[in-house]
Nanobody, 118 residues
Framework: QVQLVESGGGWGQPGGSLRLSCAASGSGFRFVTMGWYRQAPGKERELVAIMHTAGGTNYLDSVKGRFWITRDDAKDTVYLQMNNLKPEDTAVYYC????????????WGPGTQVTVSS
């Protein structure tokens, strides 16, 4: 089984920065794609940023130039550096991982709250 452990959420000021981390673990699994979704109250869950094994990335338009996704394959960890935070970034952020052993399956972290306010 795959486990995702998220950390780094909390409170940030508008214009400030936060960094989220998500560490994946699971015997025999290869973590192909890792990334982040978010869900604000009353809204649908949306893709924030995702990184594929080959290094390709995709970002939500509203975070381009402010958020950066990186991964450390030696630690099976993905990071989301969030700069120039805005109140509309307030949401629960979920780590997502596509892990392959025999087949590829999708796994989700429990979520971490990010609140941006002054």
């Amino acid at each position: 089984q795959v486990q995702l452990v998220e950390s780094g959420g909390g409170w940030g000021q508008p214009g400030g920065s936060l960094r989220l981390s998500c560490a994946a673990s699971g015997s025999g699994f290869r973590f192909v794609t890792m990334g982040w979704y978010r869900q604000a109250p009353g809204k649908e869950r949306e893709l924030v940023a995702i990184m594929h094994t080959a290094g390709g990335t995709n970002y939500l338009d509203s975070v381009k130039g402010r958020f950066w996704i990186t991964r450390d394959d030696a630690k099976d960890t993905v990071y989301l550096q969030m700069n120039n935070l805005k109140p509309e970034d307030t949401a629960v952020y979920y780590c997502i991982c596509y892990a392959k052993r025999v087949t590829t399956k999708e796994y989700w972290g429990p979520g971490t709250q990010v609140t941006v306010s002054s």
